[in-house]
C-alpha cells in the first residue's frame, strides 16, 4: 500500500512559545508503560478539500494551531531521558525540541477505511506517522514521543494519523492534547481556550505515595521488562479490522440479564457487560476457527482511571499516565457456554472491578506488576484499549466531527478497542483486528447471543 501514498512535506513543529528547559519525573505510572507499545490512533474526516486548499490553508492554520497547543503541552513535543547507567527515566524538553509532522496524499477511496464491515487492517498503516528513532546520547537513551501525520483524500476528506510513546501519558493527557489543538484550530488562534483541556503537571501526590517508592519500581521494571514478548507490530499483519456496535437497548438487555442471573454487589456498567460479551464471544469464535483447546487459560485485562481515587485525589486535568490495572484468569472452556459463558465472564470481570474499586487503596499489589505481567506475556490473555469517557467522535478541527475513529494497537496483540458510538447515542462501539474466520464467527455469534437473551420491555436505565 505505501505505493498509495504521496508525502507533500515533511517538517517538525516547535511550541508557540518556547519554553526553558524543563523536566518532568516519570512516576511509576508512567514507567509501567514503557518500552511496551506504541499507541497509534487514526481520526478520518469527511471533508471536500483539494491538494492547493490543504497546502495553502489548511496545513498553515494546523501548523499555527499546533504549535498553540503544544505551548501548553510542551512535554509532548519534548524527549523522554533513559539514564543507562543509574537514575529514574524523565521527561525532558529543551529549546528546539518538536513534533514531526508529516503531510501525504493518497488516491485510495476513503470509504474503503470508514465502514465497519471487516477491512484488511495493513491497508490502514500508510496513515501512521512513525516516531524518530531514540538516540544515544553519552549515557542517556532519548525517545521522541509523539509524531503526527495528515492525509489528503483528494476531494472525499482527510485522516490524521497518531503515533505516541504510552510512557509519556494517558488516553486523558493526549485526548485532551487533540481536544484543545483541535479547538484552537477551529477558532482560528482564538484566546477563548477552554480551561478543562489545559493539562495540570503537579506531580507532588503521586510522588509522595506510601505504596512504592518510584527508583524501586524502576529497578523492577529494568529487571523484567526485557522477558516480556515485544509488542510491536510485524508486517504483513494479514489480519482483518471490524466494528461492531452495541446500542443503548442492548446495553440494557445485557444489564438486565446480569440482574437476574448472576450473584448481586458485581461491579455492573455498560463496560463490564460489553467487556464480558466481546470475551465471551471472541472465545467461542477462536474455538470455531482455531481448534483452541477447552482448557486453555483465558487471562482478561483492563486498566482503570486513579486519578479521583489516589489519596489526595488528583484532578482530572492532571498529564501523565494515572491508570491500575485489573486482571482476572479462568479456562475457556467456562467461557464458551452461549449465554452462561457471558454470565461467567460478567462473574470475573464485575468481580474484579469490584475488587479493585473497593480496595483500601487503589494501589493495592502495585508493586508486583512487573512479575505479574511478565509471566503472563506468553499466555492467552484479551486486553481492553481506549474507554467510553474519552469521545474522539466529537473533536472538529473546523470541518465537522470525526466520521470514523480506530484503535490501531489491537492489531498487534490480542485487543479489544471501546469507544463511543458515533450512531448511536448511548451506545458502543467495539474494534477487533484478527482473522478473517474468527472475525466472521464473532459476528454471528455475538448477534445470536444478543438474541438469545430474554427480553423485557422495562429495560433498565
Excluded at 499546533?66 to 524527549?79: D, E, N, Y
Excluded at 510485524?234 to 437476574?260: A, C, G, H, M, W
Excluded at 474519552?390 to 490501531?408: A, I, N, P, S, T
Aim: hydrophobic fraction near 40%.
Amino acid at each position: 500500500m505505501a505505493e498509495n501514498l504521496t508525502v507533500l512535506e515533511r517538517c517538525n513543529i516547535q511550541p508557540s512559545v518556547l519554553p526553558e528547559n524543563q523536566t518532568l519525573p516519570l512516576s511509576h505510572f508512567d514507567m509501567a508503560f514503557l518500552f511496551l507499545h506504541r499507541v497509534q490512533r487514526l481520526l478520518f474526516f469527511e471533508y471536500q478539500c483539494s491538494k492547493s486548499q490543504l497546502l495553502e490553508t489548511i496545513v498553515p492554520n494546523l501548523k499555527k494551531s499546533l504549535a498553540q497547543a503544544l505551548a501548553h503541552f510542551p512535554p509532548l513535543a519534548g524527549k523522554i531521558i533513559c539514564p543507562l547507567n543509574s537514575g529514574r527515566p524523565f521527561s525532558r524538553i529543551i529549546a528546539g525540541d518538536s513534533v514531526s509532522l508529516t503531510i501525504a496524499e493518497t488516491k485510495t477511496d476513503i470509504t474503503q477505511f470508514t465502514g465497519n464491515h471487516p477491512r484488511l487492517t495493513d491497508d490502514f498503516y500508510i496513515f501512521l506517522p512513525q516516531l524518530p528513532a531514540a538516540t544515544r546520547i553519552e549515557n542517556d537513551v532519548v525517545f521522541p514521543v509523539l509524531a503526527l501525520q495528515i492525509t489528503l483524500f483528494p476531494g472525499r476528506g482527510l485522516c490524521f494519523g497518531i503515533t505516541k510513546d504510552h510512557g509519556i501519558g494517558d488516553a486523558s493527557s493526549i485526548v485532551r492534547f487533540i481536544k484543545l489543538w483541535a479547538e484552537i484550530n477551529r477558532s482560528n488562534g482564538g484566546d477563548a481556550i477552554d480551561g478543562k483541556f489545559l493539562p495540570v503537571y503537579d506531580r507532588t501526590a503521586v510522588e509522595d505515595s506510601e505504596v512504592l517508592d518510584p527508583n524501586i519500581y524502576w529497578q523492577k521494571i529494568k529487571a523484567t521488562r526485557p522477558k516480556m514478548t515485544n509488542m510491536a507490530i510485524t508486517f504483513p499483519v494479514n489480519k482483518f479490522r471490524s466494528t461492531f456496535v452495541l446500542s443503548k437497548d442492548d446495553l440494557q438487555k445485557l444489564k438486565l440479564y446480569v440482574l437476574n442471573n448472576c450473584r448481586p454487589g458485581l461491579h455492573v456498567t455498560a463496560f463490564t457487560v460489553t467487556c464480558a460479551l466481546v470475551w465471551s464471544c471472541l472465545v467461542q469464535a477462536e474455538e470455531a476457527s482455531e481448534a483452541v483447546g477447552a482448557e486453555v487459560g483465558e487471562f482478561f485485562y483492563c486498566v482503570v482511571d486513579c486519578r479521583g481515587r489516589m489519596q489526595p485525589p488528583l484532578p482530572a486535568e492532571y498529564f501523565g499516565n494515572c491508570l491500575v490495572y485489573m486482571v482476572t484468569e479462568t479456562v475457556r472452556r467456562g467461557l464458551v457456554m452461549g449465554e452462561g459463558g457471558f454470565a461467567a465472564a460478567v462473574e470475573l470481570i464485575g468481580g474484579g472491578l469490584k475488587k479493585r474499586l473497593t480496595a483500601a487503596s487503589i494501589l493495592e499489589g502495585v508493586e508486583e506488576w512487573p512479575e505479574e505481567f511478565a509471566k503472563r506475556t506468553n499466555v492467552r490473555s484479551l486486553g481492553v484499549v481506549g474507554s467510553p469517557k474519552f469521545d474522539l467522535y466529537e473533536v472538529d478541527y473546523g470541518w465537522g466531527g470525526v466520521r470514523k475513529f480506530e484503535q490501531m494497537t489491537i492489531d498487534g496483540v490480542r485487543q479489544m478497542s471501546v469507544s463511543k458510538s458515533r450512531v448511536c447515542e448511548g451506545g458502543l462501539e467495539i474494534g477487533l483486528s484478527g482473522k478473517k474466520e474468527t472475525i466472521h464467527a464473532f459476528s454471528q455469534i455475538l448477534t445470536d447471543t444478543l438474541h438469545n437473551l430474554p427480553s423485557d420491555p422495562l429495560l433498565i436505565n
